[in-house]
């Protein structure tokens, strides 16, 4: 029997995934990545993948999950197999430079970025940009991780003497400006099966880790599952209108991102400066529950998998 294989390195994100799977009765099988090993001459089950491989790995012991994903999904891209988020979709995960450079090419704004290959090159960086307050993150990160603000090039030099900025996993460091988003909110734009789903506000107040996943809530000091919080940090927005939405789709289409969402901060004139790119995309539950627009993100995937299920056996039919 044909089933949809999620392919994930975090138990705790495909909880509400297979409650839905189970609602809509899809055949599912989950592969956790450090558990896995590959056999490269055998053929790979027949099926949809969904990868839900992040970027945020390493933040929970499973440093080396996303290399091996790279090569589970080039082994059935090889076969022919439906991949949801492939290689191209892994690609950017893991480096914001390069969602950067392809934002670009849909002509999507996005904060002026300069690329650093070392520490050491950091305060040249800050001298190209030469714009203050900035933001310092590494080019593979997630969940905000290790993404500081700075208000001085002093202040920057001060943290790198002493040991204080943290690691970028690939050696890379991107120093951006910094927008203010004029609301103190951030939005981040969903989308499922290159359909926009709808756009959650988030209180960027308390720092950068913005996780929405309801585990996040209980475990990110900067998600902390207070009743204010819960009801304040994630919300989703009502009559939500974004002249952009046709570049955001066209660009995760050209990305074979079929689940993920595009965040952006808006600034006093108005203007939305996308940020980031997230290909595994997760949901507040609470947000949901107390939206009009009744939709569940996660229900909305496994619908979107279940289709796709169906018309990889209607194919076959047709071709018997």
Same mark, same amino acid.
């Given at each position: 029997?044909?089933?949809?294989?999620?392919?994930?390195?975090?138990?705790?994100?495909?909880?509400?995934?297979?409650?839905?799977?189970?609602?809509?009765?899809?055949?599912?099988?989950?592969?956790?990545?450090?558990?896995?090993?590959?056999? #490269? @001459?055998?053929?790979?089950?027949?099926?949809?993948?969904?990868?839900?491989?992040?970027? @945020?790995?390493?933040?929970?012991?499973?440093?080396?999950?996303?290399?091996?994903?790279?090569?589970?999904?080039?082994?059935?891209?090889?076969? $022919?197999? %439906?991949?949801?988020?492939?290689?191209?979709?892994?690609?950017?995960?893991?480096?914001? @430079?390069?969602?950067?450079?392809?934002?670009?090419?849909? =002509? +999507?704004?996005?904060?002026?970025?300069?690329?650093?290959?070392?520490?050491?090159? #950091?305060?040249?960086?800050?001298?190209?940009?030469?714009?203050?307050?900035?933001?310092?993150?590494?080019?593979?990160?997630?969940?905000?991780?290790?993404?500081?603000?700075?208000?001085?090039?002093?202040?920057? +030099?001060?943290?790198?003497?002493? /040991?204080?900025?943290?690691?970028?996993?690939?050696?890379?460091?991107?120093?951006?400006?910094?927008?203010?988003?004029?609301?103190?909110? +951030?939005?981040?734009?969903?989308?499922?099966?290159?359909?926009?789903?709808?756009?959650? @506000?988030?209180?960027?107040?308390?720092?950068?880790?913005?996780?929405?996943?309801?585990?996040?809530?209980? %475990?990110?000091?900067?998600?902390?599952?207070?009743?204010?919080? =819960?009801?304040?940090?994630?919300?989703?927005?009502?009559?939500?209108? /974004? /002249?952009?939405?046709?570049?955001?789709?066209?660009?995760?289409?050209?990305?074979?991102?079929?689940?993920?969402?595009? =965040?952006?901060?808006?600034? =006093?004139?108005?203007?939305?400066?996308?940020?980031?790119?997230?290909?595994?995309?997760?949901? /507040?539950? $609470?947000?949901?529950?107390?939206?009009?627009?009744?939709?569940?993100?996660?229900?909305?995937?496994?619908?979107?998998?279940?289709?796709?299920?169906?018309?990889?056996?209607?194919?076959?039919?047709?071709?018997?």
């Amino acid at each position: 029997m044909k089933k949809v294989y999620v392919i994930h390195e975090n138990d705790a994100w495909v909880i509400p995934l297979r409650a839905a799977f189970e609602k809509l009765n899809v055949p599912y099988e989950e592969w956790f990545i450090n558990d896995l090993t590959l056999d #490269l @001459s055998t053929t790979p089950p027949d099926g949809i993948f969904y990868n839900r491989m992040s970027a @945020s790995a390493h933040t929970r012991d499973h440093r080396f999950a996303p290399e091996m994903t790279a090569n589970i999904l080039a082994w059935l891209e090889r076969h $022919g197999r %439906t991949v949801i988020n492939g290689r191209k979709a892994l690609q950017l995960e893991l480096r914001k @430079s390069e969602q950067y450079i392809s934002l670009q090419e849909f =002509e +999507i704004k996005h904060p002026k970025t300069i690329v650093a290959n070392h520490i050491g090159s #950091l305060p040249k960086a800050i001298d190209q940009l030469n714009k203050f307050p900035f933001i310092l993150k590494p080019n593979r990160g997630g969940k905000g991780t290790g993404v500081q603000l700075f208000q001085s090039k002093e202040s920057l +030099i001060q943290s790198i003497e002493n /040991n204080q900025i943290g690691e970028s996993l690939d050696g890379i460091w991107l120093v951006q400006d910094y927008v203010k988003p004029a609301s103190g909110r +951030i939005v981040r734009a969903e989308f499922v099966g290159g359909d926009f789903l709808y756009a959650v @506000s988030i209180d960027a107040t308390n720092g950068f880790q913005l996780c929405p996943a309801d585990s996040c809530n209980i %475990t990110d000091a900067f998600c902390p599952a207070t009743p204010s919080a =819960e009801t304040n940090k994630f919300v989703i927005v009502e009559n939500y209108h /974004n /002249n952009e939405l046709g570049k955001y789709s066209a660009f995760l289409k050209a990305n074979n991102i079929g689940v993920g969402a595009l =965040e952006y901060v808006e600034d =006093e004139n108005g203007e939305k400066w996308v940020y980031d790119v997230n290909t595994n995309t997760n949901y /507040n539950s $609470g947000a949901e529950n107390k939206s009009s627009l009744q939709k569940q993100g996660m229900f909305e995937i496994a619908k979107f998998l279940g289709i796709k299920l169906k018309e990889i056996a209607k194919k076959e039919l047709k071709r018997a």
